[in-house]
Nanobody, 127 residues
Framework: QVQLVESGGGMVQPGGSLRLSCAASGRTFSTSAMGWFRQFPGKEREFVAAINWGGVVTYYAESVQGRFNISRDNAKNMVYLQMNSLTPEDAAVYFC????????????????????WGQGTRVTVSS
C-alpha cells in the first residue's frame, strides 16, 4: 500500500516554472514506478511523465518533453515534477501516481495502469 500527497501547485505566469512534489508513504515506494498525470475540466486524466523504481528510466508525454523533468528521491520517499516554460495549456489539476510493477512500459500512459493516486494539486498559468 502506498499513500500519496501532492504539493507545490499554485499560480504562475506564462513562461514561469513550478516544482510539484509528491510525498509517499508505505513500504513499497522504492519498488514502485511513479507517475504524474494531469486533468483538465471535463476530460480524463492525461499522462505527463513517469519514472522507474530506480530513477534511471523516465518517459514523458510529447507535450511536455523538454520542458518538464521528473525525478525521485527514494531515501526521502519523494517524487518531483519540475515544470518550466509553462503555458496556459498546462493549467490543470496534477496527480501523482504509483504502481506495483516498478518498470516503465507503454502501459504507463494509461491511468488504468496505476494502482495508487494522490488527491491532486492545482496549477494555474495566467498573466
Amino acid at each position: 500500500q502506498v499513500q500519496l500527497v501532492e504539493s507545490g501547485g499554485g499560480m504562475v505566469q506564462p513562461g514561469g516554472s513550478l516544482r510539484l512534489s509528491c510525498a509517499a508513504s508505505g513500504r513499497t515506494f522504492s519498488t514502485s514506478a511513479m507517475g504524474w498525470f494531469r486533468q483538465f475540466p471535463g476530460k480524463e486524466r492525461e499522462f505527463v511523465a513517469a519514472i522507474n523504481w530506480g530513477g534511471v528510466v523516465t518517459y514523458y508525454a510529447e507535450s511536455v518533453q523538454g520542458r518538464f523533468n521528473i525525478s525521485r528521491d527514494n531515501a526521502k520517499n519523494m517524487v518531483y515534477l519540475q515544470m518550466n516554460s509553462l503555458t496556459p495549456e498546462d493549467a490543470a489539476v496534477y496527480f501523482c501516481a504509483a504502481d506495483s510493477q516498478g518498470t516503465i512500459s507503454r502501459q504507463v500512459v494509461s491511468h488504468r495502469h496505476w494502482d495508487y493516486w494522490g488527491q491532486g494539486t492545482r496549477v494555474t498559468v495566467s498573466s
